[in-house]
């Protein structure tokens, strides 16, 4: 047995650490938290202190049995969970349930994984850190009274399984809001003025009009004056200029970066930045400072003068801007920059290269520039064409790294020919184009993340969560908005002949934005209009400096939430009794048959048409919106003609033809199979031929495509891209394929490969009891027995399991509750036919 227990979150960090310590350590996993409030109750004393109820869950009852014995038998025992307030607490509950003794607990903590700062941490003990531990409780606890009060209410006044978080509602807001903008904006039409021009040495040169004209006749005009004009350069101006680097990476321009660089969901930059982390090629992924330690800049250096040279070397330290930097004392880096690259699979190793361009680049000279403007003048008008450009000098850091930008309107400079004083120009053509205001811009993962951060709302650990949660509810999605066309007027003067035409151009189409969903919309309106407080956006960033206060030993947690409880649970109660349920709904006439009211708002299936109130002795009538209708924009008719679904159109082969509206869509049934119509066509368009249309192709595209052990092989494209299906097997087909001209071979394999596969996946098949084991993912595996599926916990060894323990788990996982028995109801005495009378009270002496 070891003399020393280490324990860590994650069984990667334990594998990485475990390389670095002698035969004197063990080191074990916690598998994160192994304490959390209850999940069927609010678990916090509102009555008293605000004391939580921690409880050890089902799946972590093991391991800490496991962890007990082991810090039972060692002479020390190292709490080593991340340096922030959510490994603070771990080391916390730790240290509580597994009854540690102070005299023989240590902590420690530290930014990388490697050798030396494990060792230095060993060398550096301290106690837990009770004010973090603190920050984290209140945090966990606000949150819980916030979600566990607001969500009935979202219940019984708004829809059924819904519910509410403190950052999480306040980040739909800010994308409901910007949805409204965007819906809300007026495009205003001017005229921009662009020029081509051809230098004395045959080199061409664009130019602008610094300032666009309002109407089309200014800018008719203008075109008309330079006619049989005579253009020269006026002036020419050239300076030098600079461009440094940015910082080194926090959590959230990390974030930002990943998503423009390398198209990364934020979870996905986490998930990947977190097993760098681990294996102990990054430094700690959740900080909000942009420092870096003396040891990092010097090896940064190193490393500089190395592969560049001394002249790209510049040592820097940088200094953050934000209030609450206060969980880790470096930027995120490489533990070590000699390394340029690691061997991990593919999309960690592009975002380590990113980290270390990054961090490598802060470190580097700055970039030097000439910037160059140009005045072209014409001898008809006093209005002067401008050009600008630049031309890199000296490279500096830019030969590693360049930030991105969130900016889709910005525009590069490019390089100039080279010109003088008084050159004549000729000019190729002058364009006046149409152009137009454009409305804000919807969020991405990135600016939404940069949003919070600008309002001080969140914290490094917290953005990913909330971005996948408001996803995951169904408040927000990432949208794939088509847009529409809109025309526009381009005049052009070309060789002195003026000319017009008429263009098209696609606006308002957006890929992977987050879009607001009618449930968003209308929980976000229920929650703005009746918790302002709540949802407000200097409320929330005061909350957070609350958090940072209490983690600075500046202010008394229970008191915080004491202050925090005592308005806001009265304004629950107030809610619940006096809210009206109609929140969402929009009234848009009158049914000409029945003369009752036509409504539209949110219901148990999403947003619907109704005909009707629920006071009514007949039963309202409902009909589903399309998916491209929207409770705020759907009109009257478009409402109406959703009753006239589903419509008999024909028959095809003796059975009947009819085209409806689901909840996915709208689609044509004919003989019990159903066939989806194209994004955005309009159900009541489609006519018998149409139908035809979709139904030859449907069957088409079901037609076996080859025959494999004599059992038909089909092909399609489904949610999760193209697949093939065979004997009830579906097959993804990956890019490695041509999906379009698969050969027989290609089918083959891909059949062989699945069937492979799912044999692998089987660890145990007792076929006399029909049960098996089999991997899942994420490394937890299942026990499958019939229709019953058991997951089990990654802590269970699923390969060593014997038949007679799966049947044990089986029977215990299925045992049925027994049902409680009523109480039984009190019966009524009989009542009597006279009522014996009173005895007199008895006289007081």
Same mark, same amino acid.
């Given at each position: 047995?070891?003399?020393?227990?280490?324990?860590?979150?994650?069984?990667?960090?334990?594998?990485?650490?475990?390389?670095?310590?002698?035969?004197?350590?063990?080191?074990?996993?916690?598998?994160?938290?192994?304490?959390? &409030?209850?999940?069927?109750?609010?678990?916090?004393?509102?009555?008293?202190?605000?004391?939580?109820?921690?409880?050890?869950?089902?799946?972590?009852?093991?391991?800490?049995?496991?962890?007990?014995?082991?810090?039972?038998?060692?002479?020390?025992?190292?709490?080593?969970?991340?340096?922030?307030?959510?490994?603070?607490?771990?080391?916390?509950?730790?240290?509580?349930?597994?009854?540690?003794?102070?005299?023989?607990?240590?902590?420690?903590?530290?930014?990388?994984?490697?050798?030396?700062?494990?060792?230095?941490?060993?060398?550096?003990?301290?106690?837990?850190?009770?004010?973090?531990?603190?920050?984290?409780?209140?945090?966990?606890?606000?949150?819980?009274?916030?979600?566990?009060?607001?969500?009935?209410? &979202?219940?019984?006044?708004?829809?059924?399984?819904?519910?509410?978080?403190?950052?999480?509602?306040?980040?739909?807001?800010?994308?409901?809001?910007?949805?409204?903008?965007?819906?809300?904006?007026?495009?205003?039409?001017?005229?921009?003025?662009?020029?081509? %021009?051809?230098?004395?040495?045959?080199?061409?040169?664009?130019?602008? &009009?610094?300032?666009?004209?309002?109407?089309?006749?200014?800018?008719?005009?203008?075109?008309?004056?330079?006619?049989?004009?005579?253009?020269?350069?006026?002036?020419?101006?050239?300076?030098?200029?600079?461009?440094?680097?940015?910082?080194?990476?926090?959590?959230?321009?990390?974030?930002?970066?990943?998503?423009?660089?390398?198209?990364?969901?934020?979870?996905?930059?986490?998930?990947?930045?977190?097993?760098?982390?681990?294996?102990?090629?990054?430094?700690?992924?959740?900080?909000?400072?942009?420092?870096?330690?003396?040891?990092?800049?010097? *090896?940064?250096?190193?490393?500089?003068?190395?592969?560049?040279?001394?002249?790209?070397?510049?040592?820097?330290?940088?200094?953050?801007?934000?209030?609450?930097?206060?969980?880790?004392?470096?930027?995120?880096?490489?533990? &070590?920059?000699?390394?340029?690259?690691?061997?991990?699979?593919?999309?960690?190793?592009?975002?380590?290269?990113?980290?270390?361009?990054?961090?490598?680049?802060?470190?580097?000279?700055?970039?030097?520039?000439?910037?160059?403007?140009?005045?072209?003048?014409?001898?008809?008008?006093?209005?002067?064409?401008?050009?600008? *450009?630049?031309?890199?000098?000296?490279?500096?850091?830019?030969?590693?790294?360049?930030?991105?930008?969130?900016?889709?309107?910005?525009?590069?400079? *490019?390089?100039?020919?080279?010109?003088?004083?008084?050159?004549?120009?000729?000019?190729?053509?002058?364009?006046?184009?149409?152009?137009?205001?454009?409305?804000?811009?919807?969020?991405?993962?990135?600016?939404?993340?940069?949003?919070?951060?600008?309002?001080?709302?969140?914290?490094?650990?917290?953005?990913?969560?909330?971005?996948?949660?408001?996803?995951?509810?169904?408040?927000?999605?990432?949208?794939?908005?088509?847009?529409?066309?809109?025309?526009?007027?381009?005049?052009?003067?070309?060789?002195?002949?003026?000319?017009?035409?008429?263009?098209?151009?696609?606006?308002?189409?957006?890929?992977?934005?987050?879009?607001?969903?009618?449930?968003?919309?209308?929980?976000?309106?229920?929650?703005?209009?009746?918790?302002?407080?709540?949802?407000?956006?200097?409320?929330?960033?005061?909350?957070?400096?609350?958090?940072?206060?209490?983690?600075?030993?500046?202010?008394?947690?229970?008191?915080?939430?004491?202050?925090?409880?005592?308005?806001?649970?009265?304004?629950?109660?107030?809610?619940?009794?006096?809210?009206?349920?109609?929140?969402?709904?929009?009234?848009?006439?009158?049914?000409?048959?029945?003369?009752?009211?036509?409504?539209?708002?949110?219901?148990?299936?999403?947003?619907?048409?109704?005909?009707?109130?629920?006071?009514?002795?007949?039963?309202?009538?409902?009909?589903?919106?399309?998916?491209?209708?929207?409770?705020?924009?759907?009109?009257?008719?478009?409402?109406?003609?959703?009753?006239?679904?589903?419509?008999?159109?024909?028959?095809?082969?003796?059975?009947?033809?009819?085209?409806?509206?689901?909840?996915?869509?709208?689609?044509?049934?004919?003989?019990?199979?159903?066939?989806?119509?194209?994004?955005?066509?309009?159900?009541?368009?489609?006519?018998?031929?149409?139908?035809?249309?979709?139904?030859?192709?449907?069957?088409?595209?079901?037609?076996?495509?080859? %025959?494999?052990?004599?059992?038909?092989?089909?092909?399609?494209?489904?949610?999760?891209?193209?697949?093939?299906?065979?004997?009830?097997?579906?097959?993804?087909?990956?890019?490695?394929?041509? %999906?379009?001209?698969?050969?027989?071979?290609?089918?083959?394999?891909?059949?062989?490969?699945?069937?492979?596969?799912?044999?692998?996946?089987?660890?145990?098949?007792?076929?006399?009891?029909?049960?098996?084991?089999?991997?899942?993912?994420?490394?937890?595996?299942?026990?499958?027995?019939?229709?019953?599926?058991?997951?089990?916990?990654?802590?269970?060894?699923?390969?060593?399991?014997?038949?007679?323990?799966?049947?044990?788990?089986?029977?215990?996982?299925?045992?049925?509750?027994?049902?409680?028995?009523?109480?039984?109801?009190?019966?009524?005495?009989?009542?009597?036919?006279?009522?014996?009378?009173?005895?007199?009270?008895?006289?007081?002496?």
């Amino acid at each position: 047995m070891a003399k020393n227990l280490v324990i860590v979150e994650s069984p990667a960090k334990a594998k990485t650490i475990e390389k670095f310590l002698g035969k004197d350590f063990t080191v074990m996993s916690s598998f994160g938290h192994i304490a959390d &409030l209850p999940t069927k109750e609010l678990g916090v004393d509102t009555e008293g202190d605000f004391k939580p109820k921690y409880i050890v869950s089902k799946d972590k009852k093991d391991v800490v049995s496991k962890l007990k014995k082991q810090a039972k038998n060692a002479e020390m025992v190292w709490l080593a969970s991340d340096e922030d307030r959510e490994g603070e607490a771990i080391a916390w509950h730790l240290a509580e349930e597994l009854k540690l003794d102070k005299n023989r607990t240590k902590r420690i903590v530290f930014h990388e994984i490697t050798k030396t700062a494990i060792l230095k941490a060993i060398e550096n003990p301290r106690d837990i850190n009770y004010d973090l531990v603190n920050a984290q409780q209140a945090r966990r606890v606000l949150d819980r009274l916030v979600g566990y009060e607001l969500s009935p209410i &979202l219940w019984r006044k708004v829809k059924g399984g819904l519910s509410a978080g403190r950052v999480q509602s306040v980040s739909v807001r800010l994308i409901v809001e910007r949805e409204r903008e965007i819906e809300g904006f007026t495009a205003e039409a001017s005229y921009r003025i662009d020029a081509e %021009f051809t230098t004395e040495e045959g080199k061409t040169l664009k130019a602008k &009009l610094p300032r666009n004209f309002d109407t089309k006749e200014e800018a008719e005009k203008f075109l008309l004056e330079n006619q049989q004009a005579n253009f020269k350069v006026a002036d020419l101006t050239t300076k030098p200029a600079k461009k440094s680097p940015a910082p080194p990476f926090t959590t959230s321009t990390l974030q930002q970066e990943a998503s423009r660089k390398l198209y990364f969901s934020v979870s996905k930059t986490m998930t990947m930045a977190q097993r760098l982390y681990e294996a102990g090629h990054i430094t700690y992924m959740r900080t909000d400072s942009v420092n870096l330690s003396d040891d990092a800049r010097k *090896g940064a250096k190193d490393e500089i003068l190395k592969a560049y040279g001394e002249k790209f070397s510049k040592t820097r330290q940088f200094k953050g801007k934000s209030k609450g930097a206060q969980e880790a004392h470096e930027a995120i880096r490489p533990t &070590l920059f000699e390394n340029h690259t690691v061997n991990a699979d593919r999309d960690q190793e592009r975002l380590y290269e990113l980290i270390w361009k990054r961090a490598i680049a802060s470190q580097m000279s700055d970039a030097q520039l000439e910037r160059t403007n140009v005045k072209i003048e014409a001898d008809k008008h006093d209005k002067n064409f401008t050009a600008n *450009g630049e031309v890199l000098k000296f490279e500096g850091f830019l030969k590693v790294y360049l930030e991105g930008s969130d900016d889709e309107d910005e525009e590069q400079e *490019g390089m100039l020919p080279a010109l003088r004083v008084n050159e004549k120009l000729d000019n190729n053509y002058i364009t006046a184009t149409e152009r137009f205001t454009r409305p804000p811009y919807r969020y991405t993962e990135a600016s939404l993340v940069k949003k919070l951060e600008e309002l001080g709302i969140g914290r490094p650990s917290t953005y990913a969560p909330t971005i996948s949660t408001i996803q995951n509810r169904n408040y927000v999605e990432k949208g794939t908005v088509d847009g529409i066309e809109r025309k526009y007027a381009q005049l052009r003067l070309k060789n002195d002949k003026f000319s017009e035409q008429e263009l098209t151009e696609n606006i308002g189409s957006d890929k992977g934005k987050l879009v607001p969903t009618a449930v968003g919309q209308v929980v976000n309106d229920f929650l703005v209009m009746h918790f302002s407080n709540i949802l407000d956006y200097n409320f929330t960033a005061k909350v957070e400096q609350s958090f940072d206060d209490i983690a600075e030993g500046n202010e008394e947690w229970t008191k915080m939430l004491r202050d925090f409880y005592s308005e806001f649970h009265p304004q629950v109660l107030d809610v619940a009794a006096n809210a009206d349920r109609e929140v969402g709904e929009r009234i848009l006439g009158e049914d000409p048959e029945s003369g009752k009211p036509v409504s539209v708002r949110l219901g148990k299936f999403g947003p619907m048409v109704q005909i009707g109130s629920v006071e009514d002795e007949e039963k309202p009538r409902f009909a589903g919106l399309t998916p491209n209708q929207s409770l705020g924009s759907i009109t009257y008719e478009e409402a109406m003609d959703l009753f006239k679904l589903p419509k008999e159109i024909g028959v095809w082969e003796g059975e009947p033809v009819e085209v409806n509206n689901g909840r996915f869509g709208p689609y044509v049934k004919y003989s019990g199979k159903f066939v989806s119509l194209d994004k955005g066509e309009d159900p009541m368009s489609v006519d018998m031929e149409r139908a035809l249309e979709l139904i030859e192709a449907k069957e088409k595209a079901d037609a076996p495509i080859y %025959f494999y052990n004599e059992l038909p092989v089909q092909k399609g494209v489904g949610r999760f891209g193209p697949f093939l299906k065979w004997n009830n097997i579906f097959i993804n087909v990956n890019k490695k394929y041509d %999906f379009d001209n698969l050969t027989d071979a290609n089918i083959e394999e891909l059949i062989k490969d699945k069937i492979q596969k799912e044999i692998d996946k089987v660890l145990h098949n007792w076929e006399d009891e029909g049960i098996r084991v089999e991997k899942a993912r994420w490394g937890r595996s299942n026990i499958i027995k019939g229709k019953t599926k058991i997951e089990l916990p990654k802590t269970v060894d699923a390969t060593k399991l014997t038949l007679v323990e799966v049947q044990e788990i089986i029977e215990k996982n299925t045992k049925k509750k027994p049902a409680k028995k009523k109480a039984a109801a009190k019966k009524k005495a009989p009542a009597k036919k006279t009522a014996a009378k009173k005895k007199p009270a008895p006289k007081k002496k």
